[in-house]
């Protein structure tokens, strides 16, 4: 059964801490991408990654960045959080290219940065 | 870049009725359009998906339907049942090897028995 796994689940920080959220998935995938989900915003694409150290940015990368050091882990780091990055983080995978797209998603990080 | 806009953000159906969710796309080399279901407090996962190449797809109660001309593709979902009721996405692929899907803003569709 594929799967793609996050920790924390749930974490409160204050302004200015440090924030990591991990992601995890056991297909050996080699695209992995981060999404923040806002209350009708939709998901919206902060990075993408293609394989370990090559990411690239999503739509909203302003305020993250990646690290991609294995090819099943991938982690999203907030230095210095502000409280405009509350919100609801999904990592996914990609089932592979063609001919699907599908992509898995982890259960998701609530995120209140206070 | 690739903009996907979807139409109803609510929709509320009664159970045995049809519900119809329609999105547009701005990315005329987009050839991949995927919908993916977000239940209550849950992840989101995939449900089917339609490649440029067609115009119809079926799987089970669900069809979903292209318009490339319009720029256009819907979700048809028929027969609903109550474990319909979720927030339905729909994105776009857009052309090139990025991988990238653009996501519409959802909507959350409600059956009601």
């Known amino acids: 059964d594929m799967k793609v796994t996050q920790m924390p689940r749930y974490l409160i920080k204050r302004m200015g801490e440090n924030v990591l959220l991990e992601c995890g998935q056991d297909m050996s995938h080699e695209t992995m991408y981060w999404y923040r989900q806002d209350p009708g915003l939709g998901l919206q694409l902060i990075y993408i990654?293609?394989?370990?150290?090559?990411?690239s940015e999503g739509d909203i990368p302003k305020g993250y960045r990646v690290s991609r050091k294995k090819r099943e882990h991938f982690s999203l780091i907030l230095d210095s959080a502000k409280t405009n990055q509350t919100s609801v983080y999904f990592c996914?995978?990609?089932?592979?290219?063609?001919?699907?797209?599908?992509?898995?998603f982890g259960p998701g990080t609530r995120l209140t940065v206070l | 870049g690739e903009k996907v806009e979807q139409h109803e953000s609510t929709l509320s159906v009664r159970e045995g009725d049809s519900a119809v969710i329609n999105c547009t796309y701005t990315d005329t080399a987009s050839s991949y359009f995927p919908w993916y279901k977000q239940e209550a407090g849950k992840s989101l996962h995939f449900v089917i998906d339609?490649?440029?190449?067609?115009d119809r797809k079926q799987s089970q109660r669900l069809i979903v339907l292209l318009d490339k001309k319009a720029k256009r593709f819907s979700l048809h979902i028929t027969a609903t049942q109550p474990e319909d009721s979720a927030i339905y996405f729909c994105a776009a692929r857009s052309g090139g090897s990025n991988a990238k899907l653009t996501f519409g803003k959802g909507t959350k569709l409600s059956v009601k028995s």
């Open positions: 339609i490649r440029s190449n067609v």
């Open positions: 996914a995978s990609l089932l592979g290219d063609i001919p699907s797209y599908e992509q898995y």
């Open positions: 990654s293609y394989d370990v150290d090559s990411n």
